[in-house]
């Protein structure tokens, strides 16, 4: 019988349609959601048990208000003209959560339909890995957070590469580099561990898992 506390693919991608998530985001989320489905498919063969249904919608909807962490002058960053729709829907949205992080507002609206969905999307944070309450802890939290650093727009990329180019993208948006340094000498460290430990379980080499592995497998 089917979960209802869970979303179907189809359901996951109505959920995007519904709250007009751009193109490129949602190219992203399928991107993260396949890295993390294969590796969760590994560590099942491999005797883990990883709830695939629940991995790849967290992954789909993970970015769901992505586009909130941005300020609407930068909206058109998006290469696109945005359509009023759209531009309504997102106001709305940002004129509720204000300075709630993306990961944060995307886990309060969707708690209630799907709370270990939405818990597991709350998860995936950059800085979860250091909050004793809201570190990933399950296989499917940590699959959706190490997918999403590995994969930069819709590209898997090695982890110190994307994570490189997320922090210079992070001090260009949102500031303080000093601060973020400090930061990120915490938690790069953490995710190679968060690596090391998935990839143990595979017996597969992280730098040979790309799109084109994956489709070959
Ligand atoms: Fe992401």
């Given at each position: 019988m089917k979960d209802c506390s869970l979303p179907t693919r189809k359901e996951c991608l109505a959920i995007l349609a519904e709250y007009h998530v751009p193109p490129h985001i949602v190219s992203h989320s399928k991107a993260v959601a396949k890295l993390a489905v294969f590796l969760a498919q590994r560590l099942n063969e491999n005797g883990e048990a990883v709830d695939v249904t629940l991995l790849e919608g967290a992954c789909l909807l993970h970015d769901l208000l992505r586009v909130h962490?941005?300020?609407?002058?930068?909206?058109?960053?998006?290469?696109?003209?945005?359509?009023?729709?759209?531009?309504?829907?997102?106001?709305?949205?940002?004129?509720?959560?204000?300075?709630?992080?993306?990961?944060?507002?995307?886990?309060?609206?969707?708690?209630?339909?799907?709370?270990?969905?939405?818990?597991?999307?709350?998860?995936?944070?950059?800085?979860?890995?250091?909050?004793?309450?809201?570190?990933?802890?399950?296989?499917?939290?940590?699959?959706?957070?190490?997918?999403?650093?590995?994969?930069?727009?819709?590209?898997?990329?090695?982890?110190?590469?994307?994570?490189?180019?997320?922090?210079?993208r992070n001090v260009l948006l949102h500031g303080s580099a000093a601060q973020s340094k400090t930061n990120t000498a915490k938690v790069d460290p953490l995710i190679e561990e968060m690596e090391k430990e998935i990839f143990e379980k595979t017996g597969l080499d992280p730098l040979e898992v790309t799109a084109e592995f994956i489709d070959s497998y």
């Open positions: 962490d941005f300020k609407e002058s930068d909206y058109n960053r998006f290469e696109r003209n945005l359509p009023e729709e759209e531009r309504a829907k997102w106001q709305q949205i940002r004129a509720k959560y204000k300075a709630i992080p993306h990961e944060l507002a995307a886990h309060d609206i969707l708690k209630d339909k799907y709370p270990v969905l939405a818990l597991t999307i709350k998860r995936h944070r950059y800085m979860a890995l250091l909050d004793e309450k809201d570190r990933p802890e399950t296989w499917e939290e940590k699959l959706l957070y190490y997918a999403d650093k590995r994969v930069m727009h819709d590209k898997i990329m090695p982890l110190k590469e994307r994570l490189a180019e997320g922090h210079k």
